[in-house]
């Protein structure tokens, strides 16, 4: 396939003089601003209107939402920066393993629109500018890697096709304040400050500096950010002097960056502490360890033999391991392995993020494709242009970061997004080809199918569609009542459900998992348990509750102080501890039997949840 113009089909460093650089960098702002932002706000014009018309709500559909939101009401009411502890959670209370660095933005936009709005209305369009402006960086980002992995045709598909993505996503819509939006952004960032065929030194301080913020908001992208880090580190190993300001650029910025992050966001007295499930002295002493080392080697070892360097880089893996396994060996696996074997049976196999491949197959066959074909195809593609020698550099660097996505995504789905962007680049570059040799021969029908099919196939809405299409048509009359049913079914976490609750004294709710963010956003009541690992004890006692026998369920009510109970009976861990044990308390509740020592409240209609008072001395 010819290669595109402007673009190299070899791994080897060009030198230029630093004023070539700089013209040619603004060149390419002077050619991505007009395009970023037109895309940018046509997006951004069809997301608002389209998706708030008839939304009942301005918090988004998630759970991590809602969280978001009661952590960032908190912050603005006076609790600490360094305290993410969630005081209404659980027994005593959860120390949350998210980032303050996602709650400020929010807490300046819902602080800037109270000057104006009431405290709801400000919250209100805080809620729906923030994920919508996430949009114009990832625009941006996405405008960069395919203008240089392809020029301004590949520019622009890259943006069609982002666009398109964000639109059928549910991560840019008003209310998704979770910080999932934001990661996708870094990853993308990251992804096209590698693609840099000058090796300028200001693209890998964007990439040092978005690596760790991409740590320090979540763990979920450490792999990803592993994965960049050894591009880098490789790149240099084999390049040797003429990527000596890339690779040190790089490596200082991820150092610095890590490490003033790690003191602006980790409270004092958890320095010493490390957790595998947030950014902790862990996951800031390895990467402070590897930058600062291949910084050091890119300064001494550059002019080595390639031989030299990649010993060099040896022992830069053989620190940082040994470091892992001195500083952090608890990391070495899973956090979540850990957890409770009644919790992950009960729980954790249930949460749709932490699905594999073979539990889709299971669940959602007819989902597959919207997940996993066009980042496979992405692969394919890269693959095919490294055997042919085209563009070797990039298409290297594209597909070890496609396969290291779609692989976490094998185990889990939430790292298809990551794939499914990076995949855009390749494919782009496909569509260009495959057009280029459709024009020069319009009346080979069999070039423009192909043509069409792969441009179809690109997108991962389109396999949803079908997908969705083919399993319509396998549905009978008794699905489509049951599916009805289920959209019609009475809301147990809206206001309206939850409203009996702001008339009860202050205590704690025992409720099921799905409807403890709602109570914390709603009321000023403390719940037992929401669904996050870190409120192991508040988990396991509400499903105590839920699965003994009544006179079992009352000592468990008692232990945890137990004021109101709220039950659900639609709600889908209620029914499954239901099924589970018919001998249950949540089982004799769906049946209407009711111990003495619980008093029913009166229930509105047209709620789903019913309330009782705990009296224990019945």
């Known amino acids: 396939m010819a290669n595109v113009a402007g673009m190299t089909g070899t791994s080897a460093s060009k030198s230029s003089p630093p004023t070539v650089s700089l013209a040619t960098m603004r060149m390419l702002l002077t050619r991505l601003r007009p395009s970023v932002l037109l895309y940018s706000a046509v997006l951004i014009a069809g997301i608002l209107p389209v998706k708030l018309i008839g939304t009942k709500d301005y918090v988004g559909a998630d759970n991590d939402d809602g969280m978001r939101l009661v952590e960032v009401r908190d912050f603005l009411s006076g609790q600490s920066w360094f305290d993410l502890t969630q005081y209404r959670l659980g027994v005593d209370g959860t120390l949350m393993h998210w980032s303050r660095l996602i709650d400020l933005p929010i807490a300046g936009l819902i602080k800037f629109f109270g000057l104006f709005l009431a405290s709801e209305q400000a919250e209100a369009v805080a809620l729906a500018l923030w994920p919508v402006s996430l949009v114009i960086p990832l625009m941006l980002a996405m405008a960069i890697a395919g203008r240089r992995v392809g020029g301004v045709p590949a520019m622009h598909i890259s943006l069609a096709m982002t666009a398109l993505g964000v639109w059928t996503s549910n991560r840019f819509v008003p209310g998704a304040i979770d910080h999932h939006n934001v990661q996708i952004g870094l990853v993308a960032m990251m992804t096209a400050m590698l693609l840099d065929e000058e090796h300028r030194a200001r693209s890998y301080i964007v990439a040092g500096l978005m690596a760790a913020l991409a740590m320090a908001i979540g763990v979920e992208t450490t792999p990803f950010v592993a994965s960049v880090c050894l591009v880098v580190a490789l790149h240099w190993a084999w390049v040797g002097a003429a990527f000596q300001n890339a690779a040190k650029a790089f490596a200082l910025t991820l150092t610095l960056a890590v490490s003033i992050l790690f003191f602006l966001t980790m409270p004092p007295r958890l320095y010493s502490t490390v957790t595998c499930d947030n950014f902790s002295l862990g996951f800031y002493s390895l990467a402070a360890i590897g930058g600062g080392m291949l910084a050091v080697a890119a300064v001494f070892a550059s002019r080595a033999s390639r031989m030299g360097r990649f010993a060099a880089l040896g022992a830069i893996g053989i620190a940082v391991s040994a470091s892992a396994i001195v500083i952090a060996p608890q990391c070495l696996h899973n956090p979540l392995d850990d957890l409770d074997p009644m919790l992950v049976e009960l729980w954790l196999n249930n949460i749709s993020e932490a699905r594999s491949i073979l539990d889709m197959i299971r669940d959602e066959p007819f989902g597959i494709g919207a997940f996993y074909a066009s980042g496979l195809l992405g692969i394919a593609v890269s693959a095919f242009r490294i055997l042919y020698r085209d563009r070797v550099r990039i ?224």
């Open 395 to 618: 298409h290297a660097i594209l597909l070890f970061l496609l396969v290291l996505c779609w692989a976490i995504g094998l185990m889990q789905v939430r790292g298809v997004p990551f794939a499914n962007l990076i995949a855009i680049l390749p494919l782009a570059l496909l569509i260009i080809d495959i057009r280029r040799i459709s024009n020069s021969d319009r009346e080979n029908v069999a070039v423009a199918s192909c043509y069409i099919m792969l441009v179809l196939a690109s997108v991962p809405a389109v396999w949803a569609v079908a997908g969705a299409f083919i399993e319509l048509q396998g549905q009978t009359e008794q699905d489509k009542k049951k599916e009805k049913d289920e959209e019609n079914k009475p809301s147990c976490t809206s206001r309206e459900a939850l409203a009996p609750l702001k008339a009860m004294p202050v205590g704690m709710v025992a409720a099921s998992s799905e409807l403890g963010v709602s109570i914390l956003r709603f009321t000023s009541h403390r719940v037992l348990t929401a669904p996050y690992h870190r409120n192991p004890r508040g988990m396991l006692t509400e499903m105590h509750i839920g699965l003994s026998e009544p006179k079992d369920a009352k000592a468990f009510l008692r232990g945890a102080d137990v004021r109101v109970l709220a039950f659900c009976p639609d709600d889908y861990p209620t029914m499954q501890f239901a099924k589970l044990k018919p001998e249950g308390l949540y089982s004799q509740l769906a049946k209407g039997n009711v111990p003495s020592y619980l008093q029913p409240l009166p229930k509105a209609a047209g709620v789903g949840v019913q309330f009782f008072l705990f009296k224990p001395e019945k």
